[in-house]
């Protein structure tokens, strides 16, 4: 018998209609329970037409949705009867063993952290995301769920990511690097100052500041941030990608030699796409929360919520969070790492 | 008879070479006196090697060099006969109008600061670079000269950039905005919230928040935020346009097929590529400093370097720093402005 793995069919800007082929598409290749939560009449007609017995899954109905703009702190705690808070609920009593969700980011923040709640021992749940490198791929985190960052939250950070590259990305003794403006300790603001301390006697494979130019070239597998920061180098990435690939296609497409030129390379372009694809990767862990969590792409495809789903299988099996539970304890029970703190 | 435009020789990843070549380019486009600021022996060299006669350019020895790891503050007291201290003591002296460099954008911050000395009212100096977007190009600011901002600092940060667009990207009524993690006036740090206070009153054009992810839409002409964020946002901007650009055309060239394609398009491509490039743009005013300072990047080839001392002259032609001034005093001055930053 596999885990339980609940799914808001109401979350994200393709829903129910992509998030619920995803989870379809995932069933035919992962063997966890799905429990589908939503609008039950919603489900239904979706069942009706993909033509899916919906026999093997689970219905929780969550009549109340809650929006992709709407403010999360009050609308998680107004909207009980929501997908977000309904699965957040049902994690916390154990009903289910992960939540994936592409719906308000803020508002699964919210609801993960005030009703599911925190590993013992984390301070501060944090969104990790996996980027393309020249190397395979990196982890960025936190990309904003913690905008008022402390020295702690971050060391916290490094070590959940640190575990979770090992066991969920299978990379060896990941290196942890922090974000900065320079490479030298010295840079930046005081938080991050005494970050680096803090980081450069912590039990993590730890390579220092980076700067944002070396991300994306794979040096360093965990980058560890404040929200802020991380948010807008993230966003800045995809605005950036985005500009270019239109840019790109627009100038290719100009004559006809150019629209030829970019037929006969349209082959080769597929292995390309795949590595700026964020529905490849799937969604991105939040990390630190009392069960699996998982956060879809707002735009995501059914493609994406497929992927996402796998990442929550993948987590689950490698039971990540007993082991994040563990390097928790280990990096802020670390003396060195306690004297700094205490400083 | 024109300006004085100082040119650092010395700095950057390919000086002399390309920043002399650059200076020669730029020659036969303005007619501005050139004094070029470095090691004599090896201007004489690249003059002989460009077989150009030095007799219309000043040409003031400095025999020292900052390079461009050096930790900036220190550097500067110390090494007075580097060509940036005695490029700024030139422009403090007013023996040069404007002074170039692509030298350590720290050092050059520094010695703006400390030895050129601000313009009356302004409280900080920032770097705004412009970056292309699909309607044009923009303007962020600041991208790294200061990492420490107010609320009144980024005000400035605003009008300066809003006078530099008018005046030198001949924008009609530019726009401006604050790089933030989200669109509403609530989101974000405190600095944000009080800055997004004062911005709503200050006689500025002033669009609210703007997301990372519209950054390259070209909506917003004046990006404004602190130089943590600006240099994380510009620096991982780079790093992908490189990633994507490489990962691209490796792709495109894996087979016979491919090659043929892109050899296709090749033509189609330049202007994509034009704008992606740094050199078109040429350097970056640190602007709030009392003489005109312009930083090349550091990778600048000799177009680049051309391109950023016609930045240069286009900004005393249109006696930039008196309108920056106005724009200050009036901003500053400005009853609910002042309220908000008594409070």
Do not use: W
Request: aromatic letters at 4%.
């Amino acid at each position: 018998m596999g885990y339980r793995i609940g799914i808001d069919i109401s979350g994200g800007d393709n829903a129910p209609g992509a998030v619920f082929e995803g989870a379809m598409l995932a069933s035919r290749e992962i063997h966890d329970k799905f429990v589908l939560i939503g609008v039950q009449q919603e489900i239904v007609e979706e069942a009706r037409k993909h033509r899916v017995d919906l026999s093997n899954f689970e219905i929780v109905h969550a009549p109340d949705k809650i929006g992709m703009e709407e403010s999360p702190a009050v609308t998680v705690r107004k909207k009980k009867d929501s997908s977000i808070a309904i699965g957040a609920a049902m994690l916390r009593d154990k009903k289910i063993d992960a939540f994936v969700s592409c719906g308000n980011t803020g508002a699964m923040v919210c609801a993960s952290t005030l009703i599911v709640g925190l590993i013992e021992g984390v301070e501060r749940p944090g969104i990790a995301i996996t980027i393309p490198t020249k190397k395979g791929v990196s982890l960025i985190i936190d990309v904003g769920a913690n905008i008022d960052c402390k020295p702690l939250h971050l060391l916290q950070y490094g070590a959940m990511a640190s575990v979770y590259s090992r066991l969920v990305l299978g990379k060896g003794n990941p290196t942890v690097g922090i974000l900065n403006i320079g490479e030298e300790e010295s840079k930046g603001t005081d938080l991050y100052k005494t970050t680096h301390k803090i980081f450069s006697v912590a039990p993590l494979n730890f390579m220092g500041n980076i700067e944002a130019k070396n991300v994306f070239s794979g040096e360093c597998d965990c980058v560890v941030c404040d929200g802020v920061m991380g948010n807008i180098a993230l966003k800045v990435s995809e605005s950036c990608a985005d500009f270019i690939v239109k840019s790109f296609s627009a100038a290719a497409r100009k004559n006809l030699l150019g629209i030829l030129g970019y037929l006969m390379m349209r082959g080769n372009l597929s292995e390309f796409k795949k590595k700026l694809d964020y529905a490849e990767t799937g969604g991105a862990p939040l990390l630190g929360i009392d069960g699996i969590v998982i956060e879809g792409h707002g735009r995501s495809n059914a493609k994406a919520v497929k992927n996402a789903i796998k990442v929550a299988a993948k987590e689950l099996k490698q039971d990540l969070n007993a082991e994040i539970k563990r390097k928790i304890d280990e990096v802020c029970q670390d003396n060195r790492v306690r004297q700094i703190l205490a400083a």
